[in-house]
């Protein structure tokens, strides 16, 4: 899978998967590449976490994440904006903006109907943290673990904005509500059939929106990192 290559020529055997994407998947529409898991959101722009008739209005981008890299060495492409910037697909030209509410109402019905094709795994946990305590280092060994089961999230923005939209007095059933679960279930869709794990590690500043959290998953373990002053 190359990852057992010398290191110059791992980008060689990456821009060769690169060819092979596009002759395999070229022909693919937008819609198609994200309704079959290989573009995957990477960011969204909240117009409304309530637009009046039961849903939100919000923008979804997605591209194809080159997930390998994170697999292969996490320390390489340690933060989610680091991974993006490494993945060939994820260029301007790479990305894809569509509806959001829309999209996930067919991504949904598209798995109910084509489970080999792509499906959307559960969130196996939540890392949150204060700022500068290895919350890194645990993300990293979350994915060097096993990095063919896992996929991990370091600090990727799409649940976080929509986290942040999400007030005290938004009940469970509400479309804000809605709006995180439906990021997550987006970002948690794969058509790598290995893939059976997925984490997410929030911003430092996510600790604020750990209710939020809980209010969409509450079943769904989370933790807490800190560093002992001591």
């Known amino acids: 899978d190359g990852r057992d290559l010398p290191r110059e020529f791992q980008e060689s055997y990456r821009r060769k998967l690169y060819k092979q994407w596009q002759a395999e998947h070229g022909a693919k529409s937008d ?3 994200v309704l079959t898991g290989e573009a995957t959101l990477v960011d969204v722009a909240i117009q409304q976490k309530d637009n009046g008739q039961g849903g939100y209005d919000a923008t979804g981008t997605f591209c194809h994440v080159d997930f390998y890299l994170h697999k292969v060495n996490p320390t390489v492409v340690p933060m989610f904006r680091d991974l993006v910037a490494k993945s060939i ?6 990305k894809i903006r569509m509806d959001l509410q829309s999209i996930v ?15 959307a795994m ?14 890194t280092l645990v993300a990293n060994s979350l994915m060097a673990m096993e990095p063919e089961v ?6 990727s923005p799409p649940p976080l904005t929509a986290a942040k939209m999400i007030s005290d007095d938004d009940d469970q059933g509400g479309s804000a509500v809605q709006l995180l ?7 948690g869709r794969t058509s790598d059939p290995n893939e ?23 079943t769904t373990p989370w933790i807490f990192l800190h560093r002992d002053p001591v």
């Open 181 to 187: 679960r439906d990021i997550i279930y987006m970002m």
């Open 150 to 155: 896992n996929r991990v999230y370091s600090e």
């Open 31 to 33: 819609r198609e590449l």
């Open 105 to 119: 109402e067919e991504a949904r019905g598209f798995d109910a109907r084509h489970d080999a094709a792509a499906r």
């Open 89 to 94: 697909h994820c260029s301007n030209k790479g």
């Open 196 to 218: 059976r794990r997925l984490f997410f590690k929030i911003q430092s500043i996510g600790t604020k929106s750990i209710p939020a959290f809980s209010k969409a998953f509450p």
């Open 122 to 135: 559960e969130p196996a946990g939540f890392v949150f943290h204060e700022s500068r305590c290895g919350s």
